[in-house]
């Protein structure tokens, strides 16, 4: 099975974009944040006339996440569970093919010392809450999603200028570590401990081409899938496209359950 998350910074503008690159990666899961459109106006036709099955959350202008699978999702679940943050379409669970996806769009924060870092924070520990009260770190669970922390050093291009600042705060960092202290790993540095690899890069000041980016987009799995992971990869090349988002995808590749 292969994974993939991407932010891709409205689906209507992007619609060409994420067409071609479902159709160069083939992958069986796509994760998709920031739709930037309600259900209603969700591009379910050309999707599924490709083969795909479509689960969306959204919402008129801001966030939204969506589920475009191979196989049918099921027990798919919008939000959270206990009235935490019921307005944002910022959550979309379900499961696939015997894997429990999470696809999550984690507040941007905007700076510290504000409420909507605040927010931000409430929000990684509300997922952690959720994990417990719904989860078994056992299961074979990916969390995947636009997480809006780079949780090391090697995840910045700059770590001394930007650290305290939004993504790249302390606080926000250990609230993601305890996120995966339920019993998730960060599949990427897997594969790639080291080394500064990014999935977002500012449209301003010329980010991409010189390399000044974030890794703020991740794929966490339990370890009974990490296990399973053969390959975890960030993809550049969506970026250099023309009108791109300011996200790549990023994708691993889990094999079948041999048990």
């Not at 067409?19 to 069986?28: T, V, Y």
């Not at 998709?32 to 959350?57: I, M, S, T």
């Not at 919008?78 to 999550?104: T, W, Y």
């Not at 990014?198 to 081409?209: I, K, L, N």
């Amino acid at each position: 099975m292969t994974v993939a998350t991407w932010n891709v910074n409205s689906i209507r503008a992007r619609l060409d974009h994420l067409l071609r690159w479902l159709a160069l990666r083939q992958p069986d899961v796509c994760c998709v944040q920031e739709l930037k459109c309600a259900d209603a106006d969700f591009p379910f036709f050309e999707l599924e006339a490709r083969g795909y099955h479509c689960v969306v959350h959204g919402e008129k202008a801001r966030n939204g996440v969506a589920l475009i699978t191979r196989e049918t999702a099921r027990a798919v679940r919008r939000g959270f569970d206990n009235g935490f943050d019921a307005g944002p379409a910022r959550l979309l669970a379900a499961q696939v093919a015997g894997v429990e996806i999470l696809n999550v769009y984690v507040p941007n924060g905007q700076a510290p010392d504000t409420p909507a870092f605040e927010y931000k924070r409430d929000f990684l520990r509300e997922l952690r809450a959720l994990l417990a009260r719904r989860y078994r770190p056992e299961q074979a669970l990916v969390m995947v999603g636009d997480f809006n922390v780079a949780p090391e050093d090697d995840d910045v291009c700059d770590p001394v200028r930007l650290r305290g600042t939004v993504c790249f705060h302390p606080d926000e960092q250990a609230d993601f570590l305890q996120l995966k202290a339920w019993g998730l790993q960060d599949v990427f540095r897997r594969w790639q401990p080291h080394g500064k690899h990014f999935s977002w890069w500012d449209y301003r000041a010329g980010g991409f081409p010189r390399n000044a980016g974030m890794r703020l987009d991740h794929i966490l799995a339990t370890r009974a899938l990490a296990e399973r992971c053969t390959r975890c990869d960030i993809d550049r090349e969506p970026r250099g496209w023309e009108r791109p988002s300011d996200h790549t995808p990023v994708l691993a590749v889990f094999a079948d359950n041999k048990q």
